[in-house]
């Protein structure tokens, strides 16, 4: 790849050039996993428009790969996996249970993770995140609040069903840490890094699951640009 092809990432800005995204780190991640250097390009929520101009799109992550851009991050995965095949980050199982996680785990922890992000955030930008929120959750953020300890339980459950699924296996994938390894990393990271008294205890092998992944990539994740 020559330097005018240089892929550029565009992702959520936060605080000090953090990116306080999951869905964006999911991206970074993938990049990192097919050994891809780009460049980031930080957005925040009030600059919608300067993304919608750039991209035509209003969500990141955006990536503009080979002059193609490739909006959405399950479909950049599979632009990565169409420019390089060699280790698939998607398959079948991948996308299922990133189907079956999305209700069960991250609907949970972004009800749990919402309310914290603020502190997170881009000056400028908590209002319309909030407001944004508040309306997909159907909830205040101080109802959220309210509602903490009843998520924090079902977040339980929806672990314990996790560690079945992983059962004594390294990664969920079968061939390595795939797609839907990055998914529930980044989410479980959201925790982590913006709302740490959520930080949930991780059952069986999901705990030794974290820990290999967490070494591997959080850099990656919470690097500045
Ligand atoms: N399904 C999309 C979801 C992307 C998404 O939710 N992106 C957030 C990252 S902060 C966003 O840009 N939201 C825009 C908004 O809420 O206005 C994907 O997987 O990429």
Known sequence: MNMTD???LYERAGLEGRCPSPICWRARIALAQ???????????????????????????PVL????????????IAAALDRLDDSQRLRSPSSDALLMSCQGDLMDRIDALVAPDVLKLLAPGDSEIYQTSREARFGHRFVELEEMRNVIELD??????RLEKDLGDRASFGANGPDWGDIAIYCHLLWIAVASSRSWPQLPGNIEAWWEARDAEWRGICLATP
Request: glycine share 12%.
């Open 64 to 75: 503009k790969l080979t002059g193609e851009l490739v909006v959405g991050s399950d479909d």
């Open 155 to 160: 977040l339980a459950f929806a672990l314990g």
């Open 34 to 60: 097919k050994g891809i250097d780009h460049e980031r390009i930080q957005v925040t929520f009030a600059d919608v428009g300067k993304l919608q101009d750039a991209t035509g799109a209003r969500e990141v």
């Open 6 to 8: 240089r892929p550029v």
